[in-house]
Nanobody, 118 residues
Framework: QVQLVESGGGLVHSGESLKLTCAIS????????VGWHRQTPGKQREFVAA???????VYADSVKGRFTVSKDGAKNMVYLQLNNLEPDDTGLYYC????????????WGRGTQVTVSS
């Protein structure tokens, strides 16, 4: 059974940093990409960043230059470094895995809360 568990969220002030971790477990599971998404009350869930199994990365325009996604294949971990945080970055951050052969992210964690005060 595939499981994704996020950690590292918290309450910070504008301009500060956080590092989120997504731990992936599941016997024999391999992914094409892992993406980070965030959800704010009253808004649709939005894509933040993703890293492919080959190490390629992609970012939402709103976080380019401030967030960095990376992975440690040996540990089956994916990270999201959040720098220069802004109040608009507040939300519940989820990681999700895109399995080889799938067209959508079908494996999701429960999220970790990031709150940025001004």
């Amino acid at each position: 059974q595939v499981q994704l568990v996020e950690s590292g969220g918290g309450l910070v002030h504008s301009g500060e940093s956080l590092k989120l971790t997504c731990a992936i477990s599941g016997s024999g599971f391999s992914y094409r990409a892992v993406g980070w998404h965030r959800q704010t009350p009253g808004k649709q869930r939005e894509f933040v960043a993703a890293v492919s199994s080959a190490g390629g990365t992609v970012y939402a325009d709103s976080v380019k230059g401030r967030f960095t996604v990376s992975k440690d294949g040996a540990k089956n971990m994916v990270y999201l470094q959040l720098n220069n945080l802004e109040p608009d970055d507040t939300g519940l951050y989820y990681c999700a895995a895109l399995k080889w052969g799938d067209q959508e992210y079908n494996y999701w964690g429960r999220g970790t809360q990031v709150t940025v005060s001004s």
